[in-house]
């Protein structure tokens, strides 16, 4: 079983960035994929990002793509979302999430593929 503790949120102007860590516990992280999604409020829980067990592959929502980057080293068993040039609209709690086995380009984007999630931590963008 893998427990997901997120840390790095805040609040930071706009154009500013942060970086999110996920640290990760549990002997089958390292063959888990790894996204992170977030939700503002009053809306619906949107993916973000994702990486493949190896670390090979990434995915990114067209709203983030070549702003955020994702990554993760896995002898500190921790995954990072490196967050630039940040606008008002990524203002949302943010949640690191995991799942083990294949299928990354059919099922990271999807929240319900997920069955391990950390408790989330806010990010605050203002204007």
């Known amino acids: 079983q893998v427990h997901l503790v997120e840390s790095g949120g805040g609040l930071v102007q706009a154009g500013g960035s942060l970086r999110l860590s996920c640290a990760a516990s549990?002997?089958?992280?390292?063959?888990?994929?790894m996204g992170w999604f977030r939700q503002a409020p009053g809306t619906e829980r949107e993916f973000v990002a994702a990486i493949s067990w190896s670390g090979g592959r990434t995915s990114y929502a067209d709203s983030v793509s070549g702003r955020f980057t994702i990554s993760r080293d896995k002898g500190k068993n921790t995954v990072y979302l490196q967050m630039n040039s940040l606008k008002p609209e990524d203002t949302a709690v943010y949640y690191c999430?995991?799942?083990?086995?294949?299928?990354?380009?059919?099922?990271?984007?999807?929240?319900?593929?997920?069955?391990?999630w950390g408790q989330g931590t806010q990010v605050t963008v203002s204007s």
């Open positions: 999430a995991g799942y083990g086995g294949v299928g990354f380009s059919v099922r990271a984007f999807r929240a319900s593929e997920y069955d391990t």
């Open positions: 549990g002997r089958t992280f390292s063959n888990y994929v």
